[in-house]
């Protein structure tokens, strides 16, 4: 594969962390009530973990020669949006979920892309592959317990 194919895949990896970001950030503060104060705590350590991926995903597009996207680049707006009923947790829970879901089936994606290739980017793949799934394992156990109870 192309070293500018390398490149846009992990571009599209930066843009998706830093809406999960986005996303974290606004739930672990605009959820209210007893139940939502642990999702929010965990939102909100998983944001600093994120822009670490970011961090890391930029540094390897750096060193492969291309360019960290800004602002007017990152491409947004493929993750379901914090939903207006603040008290709504679940819903908050499941955009972790689809998130985390994409995150992973994008790592496993350039894991795949660069085998045999570029050991290096892939090695960085499977150590975010390795984050996200423990995000998301830990999301599905909070989904099991806010899910049967309709508070
Ligand atoms: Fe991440
Ligand atoms: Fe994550």
Redesign the pocket.
Known sequence: MPTAETIALLQTAYSM?LE?VVNYLANSINLDGVRAEEIKKSLAA?IT??IG?AQQLGQRIKQLGGLIPGSASVTLGRQQQPSEDTTDVVSAIKAVIA??ED?VAHYNKVIKATDGEDYVTQDLCIRLLA??EE??ILFKGFLKEYAKDPG
């Open positions: 962390e999960t998983d973990e994120e991926h998130a985390e995150a984050d996200e995000h998301l």
